[in-house]
């Protein structure tokens, strides 16, 4: 059974199938971008925070959508996938070049992929935050509110955090208790001098004076 589409394909391109495959796939791209553009002042306040690490790399995202229905839908996951795979793989840190990049497994850009899932699910999708790092024994990560993954590497939640020391304590708790406190605060200036979250007697620079290393990188990147 030939579709209507396939029909109009053949039709427009004197039935050169070649030409009508592109033709379809030139539609297709114009009604994506038709209703990512309707879409694009919907409000995305749900969404996935993704942690992927490689052997020689730490990266981060953050994707938006509008429901928590989708950001369970596995066309979202794989999308977050792909933009963790295309930030750690290029190494960048700012979002507009990231939707620049071709996509590892098909080399279409990135902003491209999310179109198409913008047009395939029918919700507003956003790439809000990107980050990248060179993995080291001195780097610690944390994930508030995990969701399971089946994605070998790549861990998933509503607010992550990146921190990166000059040298990795023998305990990494304290490490540990830094990220969480990044998780938790409102207010990231001069990160040194705040009261401690888990312990307020105690400022985030002490514990790493008592503890013998320092904080050089961090990011914290989070849904809503």
Request: with cysteine; aromatic share 4%; net charge negative.
């Amino acid at each position: 059974v030939v579709s209507t589409q396939s029909t109009g394909a053949l039709q427009a391109t004197n039935n050169n199938a070649e030409e009508a495959k592109e033709w379809l796939l030139a539609q297709a791209a114009q009604h994506n971008w038709t209703k990512a553009e309707k879409l694009k002042e919907r409000t995305t306040s749900q969404g996935l925070v993704g942690i992927y690490t490689t052997p020689h790399r730490i990266s981060m995202v953050s994707l938006l959508c509008e429901t928590d229905f989708v950001c369970r839908n596995s066309k979202f996951l794989n999308l977050l996938h792909q933009s963790l795979e295309t930030v750690s793989e290029h190494g960048v840190s700012s979002v507009e070049h990231a939707l620049a990049l071709p996509i590892s497994t098909d080399r279409e850009p990135l902003g491209e992929a999310i179109i198409s899932t913008v047009g395939s699910l029918g919700e507003n999708i956003k790439l809000s935050g990107v980050y990248s790092t060179p993995k080291n024994p001195a780097t610690g990560t944390y994930l508030h509110r995990r969701v399971e993954s089946d994605i070998g590497g790549l861990q998933l939640g509503t607010i992550g955090v990146v921190v990166s020391c000059d040298v990795m304590p023998a305990d990494p708790q304290p490490v540990n208790q830094i990220s969480q406190h990044i998780a938790g605060s409102s207010d990231l200036n001069n990160l040194t001098a705040q009261p401690l979250l888990q312990d307020e007697s105690v400022t985030v620079g002490q514990l790493c004076e008592t503890h013998g290393f320092r904080v050089l990188d961090f990011c914290k990147l989070s849904v809503g």
